[in-house]
């Protein structure tokens, strides 16, 4: 234990400044994928040369190669996207208010209602319910309205060239060389979004290879034109992420009164914690309409997406299926919440805590220094909020008696703002020496 967070215990600042602060809710600084701005010191042309050897050596044809890069050029607005940073993470209820409105649902259910009988032909072989099927369709494309505007060869070669993580766009690129190779869809066929996800559901190439599925026969996997094939791709990819058929996707809960925070999870993207049905049955937790929890052996994390504020969640291996599809909780909750809408349930029971504001990156980072400072070892200061900047998070809101759930508020930031500012006043002391 550090000097100052013992000096924080023993000066009983944690109980004396737990009450003066706000509520605690949301705003969660989400991970930024990691990358560096190539150097730009190759003309497109020369990298070309080079890529095109490379795609040679894996058994791609050079009429292939030909066809494929007849009109490719880098594209500025691939760039400009990729290089794009939010400033400001989006809060997981702003979020699911933009994903599943109203709009959305009702053109689900007509969906649903008129390619009923392929979905339900795709689905059943893979466990897959029509409507999680249909949620995923309408949270890519908008049910197929907008593949994204870009031609794939063109994205993942700029991408390739010149992007952040230009490593798995070459991977990517090859994959879609390959497609077009197999002849699944003609040269220019490859409609997608500037980072490369492909059609009605956005499959990477390399994902395509390994999971589209062609249903209607036709000799080709085609999930830009036949809806079978895309619901038949969809379901299988989800069958192959761990989907198990029968098992809710998203079941919201009540908690006790004397639940142990430390048992919930603000993200399931790493190894987390998982009880048994009838365990979390035992310690109180019940259905956030009343109901009793079934005392079954199936195994389920307690998820806070919003911190003990906000709404709770029982998930468990399809929601981690969804994840895998996308790997963001804000998400997986989106699809699962568009889906229970579109089989007929209701909005979440619970309210979002929506007058807390977002922490900023710049926040973040401030908050990953005082803990720090303090004592708390919240790893890399970087703004990123993860696993272990969360497990610090959790520490000090238990010495401030605070419930520990891990989740950074700006609340909690103004508080480690005051213990810093008395206990270095007090102590002196300007190390984290462990004692
Ligand atoms: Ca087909």
């Known amino acids: ?153 063109e994205a993942l070669s700029t991408l390739a060239y010149d992007g952040r993580r230009a490593d798995f766009a070459r991977s990517e690129l090859l994959a879609a060389l390959r497609i077009l190779q197999n002849g699944d869809v003609a040269a220019g066929g490859l409609a997608g979004s500037w980072a490369g996800a492909m059609g009605h559901t956005q499959f990477m190439p390399t994902t395509y290879l390994n999971r589209a599925i062609d249903a209607d026969g036709d000799g080709r996997r085609d999930i830009w034109g036949s809806l079978p094939d895309v619901f ?17 996707t998203v079941e919201e809960i009540a908690l006790p009164a004397d639940f142990d925070w430390e048992l919930a999870e603000v993200d399931i993207r790493v190894p987390t914690i998982e009880r048994r049905l009838v365990e979390w049955r035992t310690l109180g937790i019940r259905y956030a309409d009343g109901g009793a929890l079934p005392a079954t052996e199936r195994r389920a994390t307690v998820l806070l997406p919003a911190g003990n504020a906000g709404p709770a969640f029982l998930v468990g291996a399809n929601f981690r299926a969804l994840l895998d599809y996308n790997n963001a909780t804000s998400y997986a909750l989106s699809v699962a919440h568009l889906a229970g809408r579109l089989a007929g349930d209701g909005p979440f029971l619970a309210a979002w805590p929506v007058d807390e504001p977002s922490l900023t990156h710049d926040d973040g980072i401030e908050l990953q220094r005082l803990l720090d400072e303090l004592g708390y070892a919240p790893g890399p200061i970087d703004g990123i909020v993860g696993p272990m900047t969360r497990a610090s998070v959790r520490l000090f809101q238990r010495d401030a008696g605070r419930p520990p759930d891990g989740f950074p508020t700006v609340a909690l930031l103004d508080q480690l703002r005051r213990t810093h500012a008395l206990v270095s006043g007090q102590g002196g002391a300007s190390g984290t020496e462990p004692l």
């Open 232 to 248: 038949a791709s969809t379901a299988n990819y989800l069958a192959e992420a761990g989907w198990r058929g029968g098992e809710p």
């Open 1 to 153: 234990m550090s000097l100052f967070r013992l000096m924080f215990l023993l000066m009983g600042l944690g109980s004396a400044l737990a009450g003066c602060s706000g509520a605690p809710g949301a705003g969660t600084v989400a991970d930024r994928p990691d990358g560096v701005v190539k150097a730009g010191t190759l003309t497109f042309e020369v990298w070309l040369e080079a890529f095109r050897a490379e795609a040679l050596a894996t058994g791609i044809l050079p009429y292939s190669l030909d066809l494929a890069f007849a009109d490719v050029a880098p594209n500025p607005d691939v760039l400009e996207r990729d290089r794009r940073q939010p400033e400001l993470t989006r809060p997981i209820w702003s979020y699911l208010a933009g994903a599943v409105d109203e709009g959305r649902v009702a053109r689900g259910r007509r969906m649903l209602e008129r390619h009923g009988a392929a979905l339900a032909v795709a689905g059943r072989g893979y466990g897959v319910p029509p409507e999680i099927i249909v949620a995923i369709w309408g949270m890519e494309t908008d049910y197929g309205t907008f593949f994204g505007g870009f031609d794939v060869v």
